[in-house]
């Protein structure tokens, strides 16, 4: 190998391709994908995304999506956090230190950084951090718009639904399930209130027509399942039954269906089944033999043509479902993505600590001060580990347009005459980021900082990469 220092240098080029996105003025990426392109400017979607042929790259995009998995946000913070203890790792070992204590002291560093993290204690106030979580990635009167409808849900009964060549500002909550699908018939209208059926019969019909072995069989078969399904038909009308849910397209069912004036959709996909009954109230109905009271919801139910989709509600709906509006797909896909970290993040709230890069000025001043007391090889290491944090707060003032050098240098000075808050901001160069909402989970920079050096650790103790055999070998 030529290159001593290849697979650090792998991993500082993730950093490299997802710096420029980071903060609320990060630009966005455009990634040419096999099922079209993608616009975004999360750091997860961007890595996810890519095509990647190699270990250091898989381990980047692992690294992503833990963060994204965990906490829902800070994917482009553990990114760059990672690629930049690659980089200073690069300095240590050109001073001739060994591997092993480059490992050593960014483990001793982590302990400290999440230890002092662990001592700071500031309660959420859940709007803020939804700001600062929809940050970068939509406009702020869009983000307020959405946050304030999210906060009337509950993000574990919260579905979302996209409709795009719509106003993003029309974008609403509504108690109840929205999904991509149709009426069966043109001769049911377009809405429908009353009780609700949901018929699950799959499994029940294939089972049946699997034991038929003759063609006299199967006529005889074809006649039961005629009768049967006149005889749904004639049960959901004596049950009252105004809207139907099934599975099964069948000529003969939906024709009984439409002379009985049911409002009735085609629905094979279980989940959005499952959904419509929570929604309504509804128990999902498997053996036709048994309907009864005990399965039926209660719903109105609204086909709306032009966008093809149907909507459940009722005021005692167990599920809410935001309807996204916007643009165009891919604005949409993007600002979903933004829902879901948002989402992510109120699932897990616990205190916060001042964004704006101020808390990693915070860290990395205190590591630098521990350094010494550690003394020896690891000192230094250490000291590389502080001064990687700095590349939040640097590539926040960076994307921001401002003289990041000076930015950094006078938010540190603050830092140590104890403005322990003050942090980057795009109109006044740096501010207090409390006073300003803009805080985040404490528990997200946890995970950043954690998994960021586990994967620097690990790429640091490769000492060479071995193709596997390959199966034709
Ligand atoms: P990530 O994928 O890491 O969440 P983002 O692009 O969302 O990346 O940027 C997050 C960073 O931007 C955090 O350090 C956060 O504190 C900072 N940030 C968010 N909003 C603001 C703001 N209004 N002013 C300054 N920094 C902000
Ligand atoms: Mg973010």
Not at 97 to 125: C, Q, S, V, W
Request: aromatic share 6%.
């Amino acid at each position: 190998m030529d290159n001593k220092y290849q697979y650090l240098q792998l991993g500082i080029q993730f950093g490299e391709l997802v710096k420029a996105t980071l903060g609320p003025k990060g630009m966005n990426k455009l990634v040419m994908h096999q099922s079209g392109p993608i616009l975004t400017n999360d750091g997860a979607t961007i890595i996810k995304n890519l095509k990647i042929d190699n270990p250091i790259g898989t381990m980047f995009r692992n690294l992503a999506e833990s963060q994204e998995k965990a906490v829902g946000d800070g994917t482009t913070t553990s990114v760059l956090i990672c690629a930049q203890l690659l980089e200073n790792a690069i300095n240590l070992l050109d001073k001739g230190m060994h591997r092993i204590n480059i490992i050593k002291g960014y483990e001793m560093a982590r302990h400290a950084a999440i230890n002092y993290l662990d001592t700071t204690n500031t309660k959420p106030d859940k709007e803020q951090v939804m700001r600062t979580t929809f940050g970068s990635k939509i406009s702020p009167k869009i983000s307020d718009h959405l946050t304030k409808l999210i906060l009337k849900a509950n993000p574990e009964n919260l579905r979302i639904y996209k409709q795009d060549n719509k106003d993003p500002m029309k974008s609403e909550l509504i108690n109840g399930f929205a999904f991509s699908g149709y009426t069966i018939n043109d001769r049911v209208p377009n809405e429908a209130t009353g009780r609700v059926a949901v018929l699950d019969l799959t499994t029940n019909m294939e089972n049946a027509k699997m034991s038929v072995q003759t063609s006299e069989e199967l006529e005889k078969v074809n006649k039961t399942f005629r009768r049967f399904k006149k005889s749904i038909v004639d049960k959901l009308q004596e049950l009252d039954v105004k809207i139907l849910f099934y599975t099964d397209t069948n000529p003969e069912l939906e024709s009984y269906l439409a002379d009985a004036g049911i409002f009735s959709v085609v629905n094979y996909k279980r989940d959005e089944l499952d959904n419509v009954c929570k929604a309504t109230g509804a128990t999902s109905i498997s053996d036709p033999d048994i309907i009864d009271e005990r399965h039926i919801g209660y719903a109105k139910a609204v086909y709306e043509r032009d966008s093809r989709t149907i909507f459940v509600t009722d005021k005692r709906s167990k599920l809410k479902t935001l309807i996204l509006k916007g643009s165009t797909k891919q604005v949409l896909d993007e600002t979903e993505r933004a829902v879901d970290d948002v989402l992510g993040v109120l699932r897990n709230l616990g205190p916060v600590v001042p964004g704006a890069g101020a808390t990693e000025i915070s860290l990395s001043l205190l590591l630098k001060k521990h350094a010494p007391k550690i003394g020896g090889k690891e000192q230094l290491a250490i000291e590389k580990f502080a001064e990687a944090l700095e590349i939040i707060p640097l590539q926040l003032a960076k994307n921001c347009g401002l003289d990041a050098t000076k930015i950094l240098a006078g938010l540190k000075t603050l830092h140590e005459k104890g403005e322990n808050v003050m942090g980057v901001d795009e109109i006044y160069e740096v501010s207090n980021a409390l006073d300003r909402g803009v805080v985040e989970p404490i528990h997200l920079k946890k995970h950043a900082i954690n998994s960021a050096t586990d994967v620097a650790n690990l790429i640091l103790k490769l000492d060479d990469i071995y193709r596997g055999q390959d199966e034709s070998e």
